[in-house]
DNA sequence: GCTACATGCTCTAGCTGCTGTAGGTTCAAC
DNA sequence: GTTGAACCTACAGCAGCTAGAGCATGTAGC
């Protein structure tokens, strides 16, 4: 039987974001020890480290809710989980097409300023009008 | 003298992001219509596609705000401008390192499921045991 | 058994950057 | 004078946590 902190530490979350996970119904509520404190299990680690898992790979916690439930059943197709973990990539590669335009931007700004006063500087200059821009950046950023 | 709509129609901003730049500072406090109704004019209008402009760039608002003060100084030397806009070049840099090592690893994830039962599928497993993944991905995501 | 202290508990607020809604007022055209 | 669009303030909510207050529990050493 593992603490809550014994379960943080293992999976490297902390002890909030696992009480946050049980408060939004991606964590099953736990047994508790006389004293009221939460009390885990083998399964509960198991499941902690797959939501991990996914947040590093970037799925939102609605997708991880989804594939949490079709992994409890064995039998089901797998299209499903499939079609989750495409939807991500494409998600991933929208974001990535995004941030390198930015990155070009933001190159060329940067190259250019020489270095003088801010009346001068091309960072600002470009700041101040977007028609000095090569590429599309809209919606971008975050 | 411009009304709040058509500034915001103007810089492709909704209403009430012009109003909640106010509230933190980004944009001064207009002057108002008798009827208390806020009025812009061109200073105003510049701001805040210098403000769009940068948000679109993925500059967070504190750097905006800066980046604003340095501008209203135009013989300061321009060093600083050039260092927020190097230092938001590293974090689209970063992110976008982030974002290909998740790419790759979702790519493979997706090309190795089958098509079977969840039970075999390689998402869920690949989920599951963290020591399956080729790249590092830690902090990702977001 | 007692004390000290780490760890746990609940509840609430805050972060970023907006967006939406409720309930009311003003403006401009007709 | 009346309509209807656009405006006003104030506040709640989004994701995904994170931090803090104020108190309770668990455990190790003595």
Redesign the interface.
Known sequence: MLTIGTLARRTGTKVQTIRYYEQVGLMPEPGRSEGGQRRYGDAEL?RL??IR???????PLDAIRE?LN??D??????????E???R??RQ??Q??AR??A??T???R??RE?S???????R??EV??D?SECLTD??????
């Open positions: 198991d480290s797959f898992h996914a947040r590093q790979l970037g799925f594939l079709l992994s059943h064995p039998n089901r197709p797998c299209a499903e989980a499939d989750i973990a495409r991500q990539l991933v590669e974001r990535l941030l390198e930015l990155r931007e933001l190159q700004m940067v300023c270095g003088g006063r801010t009346a001068d500087c960072v600002l700041l101040r977007h950046h809209e919606n971008a950023g975050t």
